[in-house]
């Protein structure tokens, strides 16, 4: 059973930043998939971004440009810098992992809220 666990969530201002974390407990973390999910107040969780064990990254056009996701395979590590955050970027932010294909993820986390004021 593959353990994950955020932190780094907050208030900030718009315009502002904030660097997410994921810990993971995978015995072999270099095989997995892993992503940023997110979920605001009334509306369906959405991919923000995923990142193969190789390296090859995906995101959702809202963040493009704003938020880049990245892992330490060593730290068994996941991370989402989120620059130049918007009131739309209120969420639970959620880390998710899987071994098999990346649009299937198996294993989430309990989230971390994020909330960006004007």
């Known amino acids: 059973q593959v353990q994950l666990v955020e932190s780094g969530g907050g208030l900030v201002q718009a315009g502002g930043s904030l660097r997410l974390s994921c810990a993971a407990s995978?015995?072999?973390?270099?095989?997995?998939?892993m992503g940023w999910y997110r979920q605001a107040p009334g509306k369906q969780r959405e991919m923000v971004a995923t990142?193969?064990?190789?390296?090859?990254?995906n995101y959702a056009d809202s963040v493009k440009g704003r938020f880049t996701i990245s892992r330490d395979n060593a730290k068994k590590m996941g991370y989402l810098q989120m620059n130049s955050l918007k009131p739309e970027d209120t969420a639970v932010y959620y880390c998710?992992?899987?071994?098999?294909?990346?649009?299937?993820?198996?294993?989430w986390g309990k989230g971390t809220l994020v909330t960006v004021s004007l």
């Open positions: 995978a015995s072999i973390f270099s095989f997995m998939s």
């Open positions: 998710a992992a899987t071994y098999g294909g990346i649009r299937q993820m198996d294993y």
């Open positions: 990142i193969t064990g190789g390296g090859t990254t």
